[in-house]
């Protein structure tokens, strides 16, 4: 059948739009294979993540968020920290911007510190706390020393129950903060020679040249004492009254020798007031009774009274008789 020219052009024009149609399609398939392609071989850049402190040497990507010197910064380019170049995120704005959310989040807070351990004292008593009990002291009263010099007196912080132990180390430890104004003086600020040789142990007399004034935790004071103390010790203390002042461990240990041996200005040692419950209050008769006890100065005692209690609260423990003399 013969076909007219009309309708020839018409399928002419048909066929041409099926092409048409037909390349779109292909064209199509073939882009979004393409793109597919990229977006899985492309590169990507790590995800970001709070890095905590900025540190040199590090390799840092987009949106890091970091912290320096008090405040937060974000990754603006990647790049790894030059040692030594100062490219902090505060000195180099075109690596970081100020902000982020990395500081938001608080840090843990630390570990409780380790409870006390060992004997004696050491069982009673931890560094951190003792540190607590005399945030201001002098270097030279070192925990180390205290637990040494204690450990040579063995009754020390070991007799009777745990309350009256910690009781006891308190006592010590409040007196010895009051003759020291918190362990902060190793020696007595009103220095004399104070030599008294009408008492004391035989051959107790006074050294030439040397002083005995107050020294050391529990201000050992005078000839007598000095000679006693270093004769119970081992030291020849009445020769070389300075190491009281120089060597920690001695220092301490005279310490320990009047609170466990001496009355003093009263009727038992400080140890025995604590053990036998006759309460604080003897133990400062027994170390200054003679000018504080019985109204003579009750701002020394209400003093030595404060820093007991403080010292029974952090560890733990109550008092047990007369606190006052």
Same mark, same amino acid.
């Given at each position: 059948?013969?076909?007219?020219?009309?309708?020839?052009?018409?399928?002419?024009?048909?066929?041409?739009?099926?092409?048409?149609?037909?390349?779109?399609?292909?064209?199509?398939?073939?882009?979004?294979?393409?793109?597919?392609?990229?977006?899985?071989?492309?590169?990507?850049?790590?995800?970001?993540?709070?890095?905590?402190?900025?540190?040199?040497?590090?390799?840092?990507?987009?949106?890091?968020?970091?912290?320096?010197?008090?405040?937060?910064?974000?990754?603006?380019?990647?790049?790894?920290?030059?040692?030594?170049?100062?490219?902090?995120?505060?000195?180099?704005?075109?690596?970081?911007?100020?902000?982020?959310?990395?500081?938001?989040?608080?840090?843990?807070?630390?570990?409780?510190?380790?409870? +006390?351990? &060992?004997? !004696?004292? #050491? @069982?009673?008593?931890?560094?951190?706390?003792?540190?607590?009990?005399?945030? $201001?002291? %002098? =270097?030279?009263?070192?925990?180390?020393?205290?637990?040494?010099?204690?450990?040579?007196?063995?009754?020390?912080?070991?007799?009777?129950?745990?309350?009256?132990?910690?009781?006891?180390?308190?006592?010590?430890?409040?007196?010895?903060?009051?003759?020291?104004?918190?362990?902060?003086?190793?020696?007595?600020?009103?220095?004399?020679?104070?030599?008294?040789?009408?008492?004391? +142990?035989? &051959?107790? !007399?006074? #050294? @030439?040249?040397?002083?005995?004034?107050?020294?050391?935790?529990?201000?050992? $004071?005078? %000839? =007598?004492?000095?000679?006693?103390?270093?004769?119970?010790?081992?030291?020849?203390?009445?020769?070389?009254?300075?190491?009281?002042?120089?060597?920690?461990?001695?220092?301490?240990?005279?310490?320990?020798?009047?609170?466990?041996?001496?009355?003093?200005?009263?009727?038992?040692?400080?140890?025995?007031?604590?053990?036998?419950?006759?309460?604080?209050?003897?133990?400062?008769?027994?170390?200054?009774?003679?000018?504080?006890?019985?109204?003579?100065?009750?701002?020394?005692?209400?003093?030595?009274?404060?820093?007991?209690?403080?010292?029974?609260?952090?560890?733990?423990?109550?008092?047990?008789?007369?606190?006052?003399?």
């Amino acid at each position: 059948m013969a076909l007219q020219p009309g309708s020839l052009r018409e399928m002419f024009n048909m066929m041409w739009r099926q092409e048409l149609r037909d390349v779109s399609k292909s064209l199509l398939g073939a882009a979004v294979l393409f793109f597919s392609m990229v977006v899985v071989f492309a590169p990507q850049d790590a995800a970001a993540a709070c890095r905590g402190a900025w540190a040199e040497g590090s390799a840092y990507n987009v949106g890091d968020g970091v912290t320096y010197n008090g405040g937060t910064y974000t990754a603006l380019q990647a790049h790894t920290a030059c040692v030594g170049c100062g490219w902090n995120p505060a000195a180099v704005p075109s690596l970081w911007k100020a902000g982020g959310d990395c500081g938001s989040t608080p840090p843990p807070p630390p570990p409780p510190p380790p409870p +006390p351990g &060992g004997n !004696g004292i #050491a @069982a009673i008593l931890s560094e951190s706390t003792f540190n607590t009990m005399f945030p $201001s002291r %002098n =270097g030279f009263y070192t925990y180390a020393a205290l637990v040494a010099a204690a450990n040579t007196f063995p009754s020390f912080a070991t007799s009777g129950d745990t309350a009256t132990r910690k009781r006891e180390v308190a006592a010590f430890l409040a007196n010895i903060s009051h003759e020291t104004g918190g362990l902060v003086y190793i020696e007595e600020i009103n220095k004399s020679v104070m030599c008294d040789t009408s008492w004391g +142990p035989p &051959g107790c !007399g006074c #050294a @030439a040249g040397k002083w005995y004034y107050g020294r050391g935790p529990i201000q050992l $004071s005078w %000839n =007598g004492n000095y000679c006693a103390a270093g004769n119970a010790l081992g030291v020849d203390l009445k020769n070389n009254p300075d190491l009281v002042a120089q060597n920690a461990t001695i220092a301490w240990r005279t310490g320990f020798w009047f609170w466990m041996t001496q009355t003093g200005a009263g009727s038992m040692t400080g140890h025995d007031a604590i053990v036998n419950g006759a309460g604080f209050g003897e133990t400062i008769r027994t170390i200054n009774g003679a000018l504080e006890c019985n109204g003579r100065n009750p701002a020394q005692v209400d003093s030595r009274v404060n820093n007991y209690n403080r010292f029974l609260g952090l560890l733990g423990a109550s008092a047990v008789g007369n606190n006052r003399c």
